[in-house]
């Protein structure tokens, strides 16, 4: 087993806190993309109408579009890194929600 020295930072290769974050999201992003798309699958494999399955992106998108118009203020209140945490844990939230 190979432990790190004392003092030595937790995340090799980041410099900053944001860096990881950043990373973080992207990646939850990519597992959320195939997550959805495996979910529209399983829809339609259930007998759901493309009605639904379109139903579930409408509703999806004026939601996300409000974020994004406001994301100037919240980062600029909160700060990056603490929107970017906040940014996964809603990622994780939703990911059960889908299922």
């Known amino acids: 087993m190979v432990c790190r020295e004392p003092g030595a930072p937790l995340l090799q290769g980041f410099h900053h806190p944001s860096e990881a974050c ?39 998108v004026p939601f996300e579009i409000m974020i994004q118009i406001s994301a100037t203020a919240i980062v600029g209140k909160i700060g990056h890194v603490n929107s970017l945490a906040c940014g996964v844990f809603l990622l994780f939230i939703r990911a059960l929600g889908k299922f």
């Open 22 to 60: 950043s990373r973080m999201c992207m990646e939850c992003s990519a597992i959320m993309g195939y997550l959805e798309a495996y979910f529209y699958i399983f829809l339609s494999g259930i007998g759901s109408s493309n009605t639904l399955i379109g139903l579930t992106v409408t509703i999806g």
